[in-house]
Structures are given as C-alpha cells and as structure tokens.
C-alpha cells in the first residue's frame, strides 16, 4: 500500500482511502482515552466528567491544583517515595541475574535449555493473580508478607522475563569471535565480559532493565497483596483512588505517568536504532 | 600422524589425553559453565516465585486444622459408622470436649468453625457458641476438686506435680533472670506422671507449650485451665492407683483425691454438647466432621467445579450456589472475544504499518507504543471517564442528538464495558507480533499473484493472508493468556456481568477468607494457562517473543 | 570508564542505602489502618494531627484497608510479623478478629481515659463495647440517600425504605452493596416479612428465595457498589437516583460538597466502628499505640471527630459536646444516626446469624448476581 497507482480503478480509489479511514479510527481508539485524561487532570472541579466551562475554554475552568495536591499531600508523596525506592532495587536484581542467566542461556550447549527457559518465563505467562495469591500465601509462611524486602523481591521475579527475552534477543547478534579474539589476546573472563560483551549487549541490557523497572513501577496486583501499609507505591495509591475517594488528582498522576512513559519510549526507541546500528557493523 | 595417536588409534590431543575424551571435557566444561551462569538466576526464581506457586498448589487440597484441633476426636470418630444414622457415643462427646476445651483455650475453634462452616452452614456459630460454654464443664470438676483441697487451684502445684524436676529447676533459674526477652525453658513431663496421668499430662504439655510460644510465660505463674481438671478425674478414674507413681504431698493429695472421685458430680458431655448448640445432637454435623478429618481434601476442588463433598459421597452444588462454572464459562467467552477484537482492530494497523514506508511507520507505532507503555490504571481510569453515563461518550451522543439526555447508554459495568477497556490495553500485544510477522511477507508474492491474473481479494486470501497466520497465531495466544488472568480493569469497569475468575480467587483470598478454594480456582486456571502456554511454545517457540517493536 | 564506574558505584550505594531509610523510618512510625475517604479525614483532623502536635517524633502511616483488615492481619500472623499497630473496623470483623485471637483483649479502664466527671470508661462506653477486644469509636448507620432533582419523580420524594424497590413510581438508577447483608434484610422488610421475624424467614430457602425475588424486581437497575465511596460519586455524578452507603458519607456530599441529594431515614441499619489491637505487638510498639488510644478515645476526642463527619461518639460523655461543623458551623447534632428524629425506625444487624449464613448466602448472592 506505499502509494496509490495512477492507473488504479474507482472501487480501488474507494477501498484505498476507506482502508486508511479505518486505521485512522483504529488509532483514535488506542490513543483517544490517553488524550482525554490529559485536559481533565486540569479540571479546576473535583469532578471526573468535562464541566461546561471546560468545554467553552473558560480559563477558570482549568486549573492546576490537582498537580499542587499531588506534590503536597503526603500519601502521594509517600507512594512516589515507595515506588522510586522498591523499582531501581527490584530492577538491579532482575538485570544483574537475568544478564547472567540470558549469557549462560546463549551458549552453545545448555543442558534442560527448554525446561529452564519455561520456568524463567514462567512469571510473565503465569497470571498475576495467581502468582499474587502463591506469594501472599508463602511469604506470609516465610515472615515476607508485608516487608519491604517481600516486595522487592516479588517484583524482581516478575521483571526477570523481560530482562531474558531483551537479553537473549540482543545475544542472537552477538558475534562469539569477538571474545575468543580478547580471551586470545590475554583479557580474562571478566575483563572480556565488561570491555567486550557488555558494551554490546547493553542496548539489551538497558531496555530489559527498563521493562523490568516499569514492571515494578506499574504493578498493583501483587503489590496489594505482599505489601502493607507501608510499601504503598503510586499504582496503589491509584487503585485505591479509584475504587476509594474518586479525586482527579489520579488524572494529574496519570498525566505525569504518560509523560514519563513518553521519555522511556524515546529512551527505548533510540537504544534499539544504536543496538541495529552496533550489530549492523560486526561481522556476521 | 603416529604421535597423535595412541595405541588404540584413537586421536590424541595436545595434553595428552584421547581427543574424545578431551573433547567430551571442555563440553561438560562449556555445559558446567552455562549452568554456573543460569543458577543464581534459576535458584532465585525458584524460591521467590515457584516456591509461591507450589505452596498454592498444596493449600488447594491442605486440610489439616480438623486434625490438629480436634486429633482425640478424630481418632475416636474412626469407629463410628456415619450412615448408621446414629449420633456418636459418650466416648466421642468426651474426646470432642477434651479437644475443644484446649482449642477454645487457644483461640483455635472458631477458626475449625469457619473452615467447616463453609460445608456446613452453621457450624461457625455452632464452635463459637460451644467454645464459650467449655471452660463452665471444666469448672463443674474445678470446683469440686477445691473443695476437696485448696492446693489443688495453685499454679505451682500442677507445675510441680507434672513437670520434670530438672525442668523445674531451670525453670526458677529463668524466674529469678527476670530476662523478659528470652523464653522460659521447655517443658517435661515427669517421668511416671505420663503413665499414670496420660491425659492430664498431655493436656498439661500442651498448656506448658502454648504459653511458652505465645506469651513467653511460664505454667507456675498461669492460671490452670479448667479442662485440667476434667482431665484428672477421667484420669482418677481410670487409674484409682495413680498416686503410687508420686510421692510426697503430690502422692498424698492424689489419693484422697482418687478415693473422693467417685462420688463426684460427673459430667455428662453428650448433654452438655447438646445444651450449648443442638447441632452437636445432629448426625450430620458428625458426618461433616469425619467426612473432612483428613489431612488432604478434594473438597475445594470439588467447589471450585460447583460440586460438594458431602457425608453420602459426591454430588453437584444445589442449583442456586451453582457459580464458578458459569465464571469460568464466561472468563473463557470475554477472554475469547477481547481476542477476536484484537484480531479485528489490530490486523488493518499491522497491515499498514508493514507496508508504509519506514519512517512513517514508526511514526506511526508510537501511537501504537504509547499506550502499551502507559500504566494500567491510566488507562483503566480512562475509559471510566469515556464510558459512564455522564462521561465523554454519552456527552458527546447527547450533544450530537443521537441519544436522549434521558436515556444515556449504559456502557460501564457490564460486559461492555470489559471488553471495550481489555480490548484496548491488549491490542498492542496483538498488533506487535503480527507486524513482525508481516514486516517478512515480501511484496512481490501479492503482485506476482495479482500479475497472475488473481483479484485484489484472492490474492490477500491466498497468497498474504496464509503466510500472516503465525502472526495471528502469536498475538491471539498471547491476548488470550493475559487476559484470562485480569483483575484490575474487570474490577474497576466490569460490573457484575463483566467480572473474570481472577475477582472470584481475590475475593475469596482478601473478604472470604476461603483460601483453600481461591487456591483451588487458581489452580484450575493455572493449568489452563500452562496448556496455553505449551502450545504457543509449540506454535511460535518462547525465543521468538518480541517486546516493543 | 573510570567515571561510569565511579557513577555506577554511587548509583548503586544509593540504592543500596535506600532499604535502610525505610527500615529507620520504621521505628518511629504507627501504622494506623482505616476507611479511607470522608471517614478517614475526619480521623486525621481530629485525632492523627492533634497526636502530631504532642508527638512529632511519632510518625503516622495511613492505609485504607480496613475492607481487608482480616485477611490481611490472618496472613501477618501467619508470618509472624505484625506490621499494622492499630485497625479501624466494624464491630463484626472486630469479633472474627477476637474469636480468631488475632486482636488483643483490653481491660477498658485501664486502657481508655475516664470521662471528664470520672465515669469509668467501661460504664461511658456501655454496651457498645461488644467485645472483649472492641473499643467503640462510633456509631453509625447504613442508610440511603437520593437526588432531590429527578424530574420523572414529579415532585415526590421517597421516604420509606420499600421506595428504594418502587420503580414506578422512583424510576431511575440504584446503587447497593455487593454483598447480601443489609440487601436480604430490606428486601424481606419491603416484601411484608415482620422487623423481628426477618432472620427466621431467611435461615430458610423458602425465605431466600423470596428476598431474592423482590431484589431481582430492580436487579436491572442497580449498580453494585464495594467501597464505601462509590454511591456518593454515583449519586454526585447522577449516575444513580438512589443508594445505600455508610450516612457519614452522604453527609459530606450533601452537606459539604452542596450536592441536590437528601437522607432517607427509615429501616436504617445501626452499625458500630472501632479499633482493635492486633495481638503479636512487640512491646514499645504496642506501648505507642496505647498511648495513642487513651488520647484519640477520649470524651473530648470523640465529640471532636464528629465535627467532622456526622457519625455519633461512642460515649455517652461526648454527646453533649458534639457542636458545631469545623468548617460550616452548621449544628451537628441532627445529622446523627442518634438522633431521635432520625431514629424512629432502625434496624439491628445480627451478627452471629450472619457469621453462620455468610459463606452460604454469599456463595447464592454471587450466583444470583453473576445470572
């Protein structure tokens, strides 16, 4: 569909632009619920819906006090602080063991590969409520439920599979000669690993750290079950509000949560260009 | 070549070892290395999330609380015939006291209430209302053994009577430490009290136990719990030489006792069960009780398929409880449906993405990225303010005239509503696969067909759309399997018509309390998932998903 | 590299030092579980902020759980591990807790303050203290609540209970709590069962399926609601015309958010809330928490919350006290659930029935919903 040709019929002409119509509403339905929440996390009422005023473009209409609530009250506060202390640390344990396993996965001969791969997998076919009830259940008979560790760690299961697939996936390209030529030229493993491998791997490395951080950082189901009181994070804090005290300040939230989603997307699309632009240089 | 090979004529490597054998080695090396690098990874999965799963797996059938609380009356129940159509003996009201004077004492009843109660009604406040009138037994007896010598209402007395000498004497050691932080020793039964008292002293043991572990206190400085007291008579009676197992004031105290027993007030259990709930007169509460005294139970099972495990066998639930069926019924229609939609919406964007130039095609999948990266709740809370009934969509009808201001649609809370919201937070797991999928479909399959002399749609039918089955076939599995398992959205925008299997499993885990059958429904669906699971490994191979283009 | 790594090494300290942050902050802090909404401000304005005045080296730490105050202190004791030191609840779950041993008894004069005049704590409180391990906070009323601007009701307005099932005549949205208790009782009430044989008609299936019955004559139009805040929004939103929730509620939304909403005062059901301990509290916390009660509990405390919110003071002493709203400075006193013009006709919940029928009921109430 890369252009119309000149000789193309009518019912072509017709087809060729309903098609694209069509996609266009597609569009519009997946980013249309995104786009509305933006302008109503500005609504100067307390109220979920368009006010008149609002749709009349009135400027008093529009306020920013749902932003100010969301810096000044301290159980949003508390949640952001939740959420930024539990994601990095949960994601530094799914990256650092997932690199690891991804590497030693990529070999040439794994004994169980299938069987391995399944299990470390598992946390991302296996449905969150599911795993939610299994670690309310365990971590409670472990002394886990409720801690901040319990969290973590439960968080850094879940991240694991995306840091394996990004990794192995990066691993695929991964020249094997390059490392034999440094281990040839007298670097140890270790040296090897971060002078020659890991400047490799790590656009793969970065985008599963990143999908593993925004695991964490958008998780409730399991949150609400292994956390308490005090490890309530910004997806929490939300759910509550929704199906408890109905602010927009969720909408502000949101709104701030899109454009972080925004910033990370960029991050993601452009580290994948440099992970294309490495392995379209080695060899192979 | 000769000083390559050995006698044999087997290939010698550089160290000297056979080259197949050398060869096997730095395989077995190679493998060893690859695990060394898998294990912590593998290890931490296994206890943090598989451990998890395994544990559910065993809560599902885990039955052992009608055994830990209630063990004489199980092992009495195991001669009663529950079809005789007879309530059991005075032996089984005896041992049913004995277990629930210690439970109530432990705070244990009402919990093996609530557990049964959810076989059969009324056995909740049945324990509890029972529980409550144990200690009034107890004191029947309590009371006529102080009468006969105030020594017998001292705490140290019982202490000295049945614990072991040595206990009792690091026993005062820790009560002179007066350390609150550390537990007093464990307790120990004196020799010969075991034999000639058995049930006293098991009981006594158990007390000893309960309050070492709970309050870290010390029996000497407890009150005795009433059932004590039952206990000794039953024991007196049984065993009129008792005293000779003793000596000194223990001895002399237990004889006069063991000679004044018999002609004490006894207590008649049946009656006394009977008075504080009529259920206990009731052989079906019998039944129940023995039906369930197994450690394992297909039971929650058996509910989680709308079935029951009652006294006279296996049967299905009454017709107006009958409900996870019809949830699992609809968790597999909804999840069926938000997939067809996925295929629906997302096969024209897929199409059209693979076939645009590069640059506006990934112009075009940040519109398809953006929503994929935006968290959950956003999104959910979106379509909340696009679908109620004073929300966007309606305004927006009204406005245009389309729909009366008086009879808005209702789009939230049903059925509707789920499948709009999941049909939405899903479509780009759809869209994504099948746009790699299609990215490899060559453009010159479809103009050499259509140079072949095929329409427009015989040449998509059967030459494009065959080759972008794979894709379909990735994104409908992985829709499918992610929304079987939903919670959040059907919880916040499905009603009650447009709820999963995953709100019955949390209510159960979080308001219910009915772990044993969330753990069964979660099971149930589980194992759904995993069959899911095989077969995408099998269609497209678990190597080959693909996140965020 | 030599920076990246030294950037590496800090990013990783920070982290590294985050968990201990929150393991220090722990030590002065309170976990104090509540409702959240309307509710749970008026516990911050007149409890948690006074505390923090006197206390500030007291943290307090809020979460709205108490939906699942149970399940959630069931698996803490499970573990062993008590992280919440104080739980708002009604006084039903404050039974299940105390039959489970999983709240702590309390001797109430020891534990609470003596009114002003030197009453006793225990003969304030009276009988609101329904268990060994409650201690009262309020009274309160789950009751319904409808707009006052319907124009297909032609200027009526509903003000019997069995109006809620009058679609004729109140045509329009419901909403009701998803779960039986409360429905089944009004249903039977409304179909022409008598106030005191209600629960005896309804241990049977014949009066099951009766309220069943008369609640699937409005099934079409009801929302369910499960959090005490849905109907205030829906009733605000014009979502629905009429609903059932806690009458505090319904208070803020009329009272102070100006909404066209009114009180339906008949066969409301009379409910209490409190605290309760978890058992398992080490002993500095525990001491912090029952520092807490003795202050948040006392005669003045509890007149001063229901400046707040319109619930009733558990004690007898705070009545007199209840004035004025601390922002509106409208009189409080008739917009209790105690109030004689409000009480003429209210409803007793039974607990123990319901401790027995809830699994069976719940399981026929999700199976007659889900049809």
């Given at each position: 569909?890369?252009?119309?040709?000149?000789?193309?019929?009518?019912g072509?002409?017709?087809?060729?632009?309903?098609?694209?119509?069509?996609?266009?509403?597609?569009?519009?339905?997946?980013?249309?619920?995104?786009?509305?929440?933006?302008?109503?996390?500005?609504?100067?009422?307390d109220?979920?819906?368009?006010t008149p005023?609002?749709?009349?473009?009135?400027?008093?209409?529009y306020?920013?006090?749902?932003?100010q609530?969301?810096?000044?009250?301290?159980?949003?506060?508390?949640?952001?602080?939740?959420?930024?202390?539990i994601?990095?640390?949960a994601?530094?344990?799914?990256?650092?063991f997932g690199?690891?396993?991804?590497?030693?996965?990529?070999?040439?001969?794994v004994?169980?590969?299938?069987a391995?791969?399944?299990?470390?997998?598992?946390?991302?076919?296996?449905?969150?409520?599911?795993?939610?009830?299994?670690?309310?259940?365990?971590?409670?008979r472990?002394?886990?439920?409720?801690?901040?560790?319990g969290?973590?760690?439960?968080h850094?299961?879940?991240?694991?599979?995306?840091?394996?697939?990004?990794?192995?996936a990066?691993?695929?390209g991964?020249?094997r000669?390059?490392?034999?030529a440094?281990?040839?030229?007298?670097a140890?493993?270790?040296?090897?690993?971060?002078?020659?491998?890991?400047?490799?791997?790590?656009?793969?490395?970065?985008?599963g750290?990143?999908?593993a951080?925004?695991?964490?950082?958008?998780?409730?189901?399991?949150?609400?079950?292994?956390?308490?009181?005090?490890q309530?994070?910004?997806?929490?804090?939300?759910?509550?509000?929704?199906?408890?005290q109905?602010?927009?300040?969720?909408?502000?939230?949101?709104?701030i949560?899109v454009?972080?989603?925004?910033v990370?997307?960029?991050?993601?699309?452009?580290?994948?260009?440099?992970?294309?632009?490495?392995?379209?240089?080695?060899?192979? | 070549?000769?000083?390559?090979?050995?006698?044999?004529?087997?290939?010698i490597s550089?160290?000297?070892?056979?080259?197949k054998?050398?060869?096997?080695?730095?395989?077995?090396?190679?493998?060893?290395?690859?695990?060394?690098?898998?294990?912590?990874?593998?290890?931490?999965?296994?206890?943090?999330f598989?451990?998890?799963?395994?544990?559910?797996?065993?809560?599902?059938?885990?039955?052992?609380?009608?055994?830990?609380?209630m063990p004489?009356?199980?092992?009495?129940?195991?001669d009663?015939?529950?079809?005789?159509?007879?309530?059991?003996?005075?032996?089984?009201?005896?041992?049913?006291?004995?277990?629930l004077?210690?439970?109530?004492?432990?705070?244990?009843?009402?919990?093996?209430?609530?557990?049964?109660?959810?076989?059969?009604?009324?056995?909740?406040?049945?324990?509890?209302?029972?529980?409550?009138r144990m200690?009034?037994?107890?004191?029947?007896?309590?009371?006529?053994?102080?009468?006969?010598?105030?020594?017998?209402?001292?705490?140290?007395?019982?202490a000295?009577?049945i614990?072991?000498?040595?206990?009792?004497?690091?026993?005062?050691?820790?009560?002179?430490a007066?350390?609150?932080?550390?537990?007093?020793?464990?307790?120990?039964?004196?020799?010969?009290a075991?034999a000639a008292?058995?049930?006293?002293?098991?009981?006594?043991?158990?007390?000893?136990?309960?309050?070492?572990?709970?309050?870290?206190?010390s029996?000497?400085?407890?009150?005795?719990?009433?059932?004590?007291y039952?206990?000794?008579?039953?024991?007196?009676?049984?065993?009129?030489?008792?005293?000779?197992?003793?000596?000194?004031a223990?001895?002399?105290?237990l004889?006069?006792?063991?000679?004044?027993?018999?002609?004490?007030?006894?207590?008649?259990?049946?009656?006394?069960?009977?008075?504080?709930?009529?259920?206990?007169?009731?052989?079906?509460?019998?039944?129940?009780?023995?039906?369930?005294?197994?450690?394992?139970?297909?039971?929650y099972?058996?509910?989680?398929?709308?079935?029951?495990?009652?006294p006279?066998?296996?049967?299905?639930?009454?017709?107006?409880q009958?409900i996870?069926i019809?949830?699992?019924?609809?968790?597999?229609?909804?999840?069926?449906?938000?997939m067809?939609?996925?295929?629906?919406?997302g096969?024209?964007?897929?199409?059209?993405?693979?076939n645009?130039?590069?640059?506006?095609?990934?112009l075009?999948?940040?519109?398809v990225?953006?929503?994929?990266?935006?968290s959950l709740?956003?999104?959910?809370?979106?379509?909340?303010?696009?679908?109620?009934q004073?929300?966007?969509?309606?305004?927006?009808?009204?406005?245009?005239?389309?729909?009366?201001?008086?009879?808005?649609?209702?789009?939230?809370?049903?059925?509707?509503?789920t499948?709009?919201a999941?049909?939405?937070?899903?479509?780009p797991?759809?869209?994504l696969?099948?746009?790699s999928?299609?990215?490899t479909?060559?453009?010159?399959?479809?103009?050499?067909?259509?140079?072949?002399?095929?329409?427009?749609?015989?040449a998509?039918w059967?030459?494009?759309?065959?080759?972008?089955?794979?894709?379909?076939?990735?994104?409908?599995?992985l829709?499918?399997?992610?929304?079987?398992g939903?919670?959040?959205?059907?919880?916040?925008v499905g009603?009650?018509?447009?709820?999963?299997?995953?709100?019955r499993?949390?209510y159960?885990?979080?308001?219910?309390?009915n772990?044993?059958?969330?753990?069964?429904?979660?099971?149930?669906?589980?194992?759904?998932?995993?069959?899911l699971?095989?077969?995408?490994?099998?269609?497209?191979?678990?190597?080959?998903?693909k996140?965020?283009? | 590299?030599?920076?990246?790594?030294?950037?590496i090494l800090?990013?990783?300290?920070?982290?590294?030092?985050?968990?201990?942050?929150?393991?220090?902050?722990?030590?002065?802090?309170?976990?104090?579980?509540?409702?959240?909404?309307?509710?749970?401000?008026?516990q911050t304005?007149?409890?948690?902020?006074?505390?923090?005045?006197?206390?500030?080296?007291?943290?307090?730490?809020?979460?709205?759980?108490?939906?699942?105050?149970?399940?959630?202190?069931r698996?803490?004791?499970e573990?062993?591990?008590?992280?919440?030191?104080?739980?708002?609840?009604?006084?039903?779950?404050?039974?299940?807790?105390?039959?489970?041993?999983?709240?702590l008894?309390y001797?109430?004069?020891?534990?609470?303050?003596?009114?002003?005049d030197?009453t006793?704590?225990?003969?304030?409180?009276?009988?609101?203290?329904?268990?060994?391990?409650?201690?009262?906070?309020?009274v309160?009323?789950?009751?319904?609540?409808?707009?006052?601007?319907?124009?297909?009701?032609?200027?009526?307005?509903?003000?019997?209970?069995?109006?809620?099932?009058?679609?004729?005549?109140?045509?329009g949205?419901r909403?009701l709590?998803?779960?039986?208790?409360?429905?089944?009782?009004?249903?039977l009430?409304c179909?022409?069962?008598?106030?005191?044989d209600?629960?005896?008609?309804?241990a049977?299936?014949?009066?099951?399926?009766?309220?069943?019955?008369?609640?699937?004559?409005?099934?079409?139009?009801?929302?369910?609601?499960?959090?005490?805040?849905?109907?205030?929004?829906?009733?605000?939103?014009?979502?629905?015309?009429?609903?059932?929730?806690?009458?505090?509620?319904?208070?803020?939304?009329?009272?102070?958010q100006?909404?066209?909403?009114?009180?339906?005062?008949?066969?409301?059901?009379?409910?209490?809330?409190?605290?309760?301990?978890?058992?398992?509290l080490?002993?500095d916390?525990?001491?912090?928490?029952?520092d807490?009660?003795?202050?948040?509990?006392?005669?003045?405390?509890?007149?001063?919350q229901?400046?707040?919110?319109?619930?009733?003071?558990?004690?007898?002493?705070?009545a007199?006290?209840?004035?004025?709203?601390a922002?509106?400075?409208?009189?409080?006193?008739?917009?209790?659930?105690?109030?004689?013009?409000?009480?003429?006709n209210?409803?007793?919940?039974?607990?123990?029935?319901?401790?027995?029928?809830?699994?069976?009921?719940?399981?026929?109430?999700?199976?007659?919903?889900?049809?």
């Amino acid at each position: 569909m890369s252009g119309l040709p000149p000789y193309a019929s009518t019912g072509q002409r017709i087809w060729y632009y309903a098609f694209r119509v069509i996609c266009g509403l597609i569009f519009f339905f997946l980013i249309a619920p995104i786009l509305t929440i933006i302008p109503l996390s500005f609504n100067a009422e307390d109220f979920f819906t368009f006010t008149p005023g609002m749709l009349a473009f009135e400027a008093d209409a529009y306020s920013l006090k749902h932003y100010q609530d969301f810096l000044t009250s301290p159980d949003w506060q508390a949640a952001l602080r939740n959420s930024l202390s539990i994601a990095p640390v949960a994601t530094l344990l799914s990256v650092s063991f997932g690199t690891l396993a991804a590497i030693g996965l990529s070999q040439d001969h794994v004994p169980f590969r299938r069987a391995i791969m399944a299990i470390l997998i598992s946390p991302m076919i296996v449905p969150l409520i599911i795993s939610a009830a299994g670690m309310y259940f365990f971590y409670s008979r472990i002394g886990l439920q409720g801690t901040y560790v319990g969290v973590v760690l439960a968080h850094a299961a879940l991240g694991i599979p995306f840091v394996i697939i990004t990794v192995t996936a990066t691993l695929v390209g991964f020249d094997r000669s390059l490392t034999r030529a440094s281990a040839s030229m007298g670097a140890n493993p270790v040296t090897t690993f971060f002078k020659v491998q890991m400047p490799l791997i790590l656009p793969g490395v970065i985008s599963g750290g990143l999908f593993a951080f925004i695991t964490s950082f958008d998780e409730v189901v399991v949150v609400l079950f292994v956390g308490s009181a005090a490890q309530k994070t910004l997806p929490w804090q939300m759910f509550i509000g929704l199906r408890e005290q109905i602010s927009p300040t969720i909408l502000a939230v949101a709104t701030i949560l899109v454009a972080i989603s925004v910033v990370l997307l960029t991050v993601v699309e452009l580290l994948r260009r440099r992970s294309e632009r490495l392995r379209g240089m080695s060899p192979g | 070549m000769s000083d390559t090979t050995d006698a044999a004529g087997r290939i010698i490597s550089a160290d000297g070892r056979p080259l197949k054998s050398s060869l096997n080695r730095a395989l077995r090396r190679e493998k060893l290395r690859a695990l060394a690098l898998i294990a912590p990874l593998l290890i931490f999965v296994l206890i943090t999330f598989i451990a998890p799963i395994a544990d559910m797996l065993f809560r599902s059938v885990e039955n052992d609380i009608v055994s830990n609380t209630m063990p004489r009356t199980v092992a009495s129940l195991r001669d009663w015939d529950s079809t005789s159509g007879e309530v059991p003996g005075a032996g089984v009201f005896e041992s049913a006291y004995f277990d629930l004077a210690v439970a109530a004492q432990k705070k244990l009843h009402s919990q093996l209430g609530t557990r049964l109660n959810y076989e059969l009604t009324g056995m909740s406040s049945m324990f509890r209302r029972t529980g409550r009138r144990m200690d009034d037994v107890g004191e029947v007896y309590m009371d006529q053994f102080a009468a006969l010598d105030q020594a017998w209402e001292s705490p140290e007395v019982w202490a000295a009577m049945i614990g072991d000498a040595d206990w009792l004497a690091s026993e005062k050691a820790w009560a002179k430490a007066q350390n609150p932080g550390t537990p007093p020793p464990a307790f120990e039964v004196k020799e010969g009290a075991q034999a000639a008292l058995p049930l006293t002293a098991a009981l006594y043991k158990d007390f000893a136990a309960y309050l070492r572990l709970n309050d870290g206190d010390s029996p000497t400085q407890e009150e005795p719990w009433p059932v004590f007291y039952a206990a000794l008579y039953t024991d007196l009676i049984n065993r009129p030489d008792a005293a000779t197992a003793f000596s000194g004031a223990d001895a002399q105290r237990l004889q006069t006792s063991a000679a004044a027993v018999t002609n004490f007030e006894a207590v008649d259990y049946k009656a006394a069960f009977v008075k504080a709930d009529d259920g206990w007169g009731q052989v079906n509460t019998w039944a129940t009780i023995k039906a369930f005294s197994p450690k394992y139970t297909p039971g929650y099972f058996l509910n989680a398929v709308d079935m029951q495990k009652t006294p006279q066998g296996i049967s299905a639930q009454p017709e107006s409880q009958q409900i996870y069926i019809l949830l699992f019924k609809r968790t597999l229609f909804l999840s069926l449906t938000i997939m067809f939609s996925c295929i629906a919406l997302g096969y024209p964007v897929a199409w059209l993405l693979a076939n645009l130039p590069a640059r506006s095609a990934n112009l075009l999948l940040i519109l398809v990225l953006l929503p994929f990266w935006t968290s959950l709740l956003v999104r959910t809370s979106a379509w909340k303010v696009l679908l109620q009934q004073q929300g966007v969509i309606n305004d927006t009808l009204v406005w245009i005239g389309l729909v009366n201001d008086t009879d808005r649609l209702v789009l939230i809370n049903n059925q509707f509503g789920t499948i709009v919201a999941m049909t939405h937070i899903l479509l780009p797991f759809m869209i994504l696969p099948l746009y790699s999928v299609m990215k490899t479909i060559p453009p010159s399959y479809l103009r050499a067909a259509k140079s072949l002399g095929a329409t427009n749609w015989t040449a998509f039918w059967r030459v494009y759309f065959p080759q972008s089955v794979p894709g379909i076939g990735a994104g409908s599995i992985l829709v499918f399997i992610l929304s079987i398992g939903y919670y959040i959205t059907p919880e916040l925008v499905g009603g009650t018509t447009g709820t999963f299997i995953s709100n019955r499993i949390a209510y159960h885990i979080s308001s219910s309390l009915n772990w044993g059958l969330a753990a069964a429904l979660g099971t149930i669906l589980l194992v759904v998932v995993l069959a899911l699971y095989w077969a995408y490994d099998r269609i497209v191979g678990i190597d080959n998903v693909k996140l965020g283009g | 590299m030599t920076f990246s790594r030294l950037s590496i090494l800090s990013i990783t300290a920070t982290i590294a030092a985050a968990p201990l942050a929150v393991a220090q902050d722990m030590a002065n802090s309170m976990t104090i579980i509540s409702w959240g909404g309307a509710y749970q401000v008026s516990q911050t304005k007149a409890y948690f902020e006074p505390y923090q005045k006197l206390h500030p080296e007291v943290k307090i730490i809020t979460d709205e759980s108490s939906n699942e105050a149970v399940a959630k202190l069931r698996a803490m004791n499970e573990a062993g591990n008590i992280t919440w030191d104080l739980v708002d609840v009604t006084a039903a779950d404050a039974m299940r807790l105390c039959d489970e041993g999983l709240a702590l008894e309390y001797d109430p004069d020891e534990l609470l303050a003596d009114a002003p005049d030197g009453t006793p704590a225990s003969e304030d409180f009276g009988d609101l203290i329904v268990s060994d391990c409650f201690i009262p906070q309020i009274v309160y009323s789950i009751t319904f609540g409808y707009r006052s601007d319907v124009a297909e009701w032609n200027g009526k307005e509903p003000d019997d209970i069995c109006d809620v099932f009058d679609l004729k005549t109140f045509p329009g949205q419901r909403s009701l709590e998803k779960r039986p208790i409360n429905n089944m009782e009004w249903a039977l009430l409304c179909d022409g069962v008598a106030k005191e044989d209600i629960y005896d008609v309804l241990a049977t299936n014949e009066g099951q399926d009766r309220a069943f019955a008369k609640l699937d004559t409005i099934k079409d139009s009801v929302v369910w609601w499960s959090a005490g805040a849905d109907t205030p929004q829906l009733l605000a939103d014009g979502e629905v015309v009429i609903g059932s929730t806690y009458n505090g509620r319904l208070f803020s939304v009329i009272v102070e958010q100006n909404q066209p909403v009114k009180m339906l005062w008949d066969a409301q059901v009379y409910d209490l809330d409190g605290w309760i301990i978890p058992t398992g509290l080490p002993a500095d916390r525990l001491a912090r928490v029952k520092d807490f009660v003795y202050f948040a509990t006392d005669t003045q405390r509890l007149a001063d919350q229901a400046a707040y919110i319109s619930y009733g003071p558990a004690r007898a002493s705070s009545a007199p006290l209840v004035g004025k709203h601390a922002d509106l400075g409208i009189d409080m006193a008739p917009h209790m659930p105690t109030d004689p013009a409000n009480a003429t006709n209210t409803f007793l919940q039974n607990y123990e029935w319901w401790a027995d029928y809830r699994d069976d009921l719940d399981a026929k109430f999700q199976a007659w919903l889900a049809k």
